[in-house]
């Protein structure tokens, strides 16, 4: 028989990585929101957030 160790690692940081995943996403909506509250079209400021985020700005 084969003894498996390390799953509750795994899961902790699984767990981890999807709140930061949900972390990110809320940051972008409110980004988003902040953009087209100052007159910005939605779908530019969607661009414009994507590109500051894969630019680490």
Do not use: H, P, W, Y
């Not at 988003?32 to 680490?56: H, P, R, T």
Request: hydrophobic share 45%.
């Amino acid at each position: 028989m084969i003894k498996v160790t390390g799953l509750e690692t795994l899961a902790e940081i699984i767990e981890s990585n999807n709140r930061i995943e949900k972390a990110e996403r809320e940051i972008k909506k409110m980004r988003i929101a902040e953009l087209v509250a100052e007159g910005v079209d939605k779908e530019i400021a969607k661009v414009m957030v994507q590109s500051f985020i894969d630019c680490g700005l």
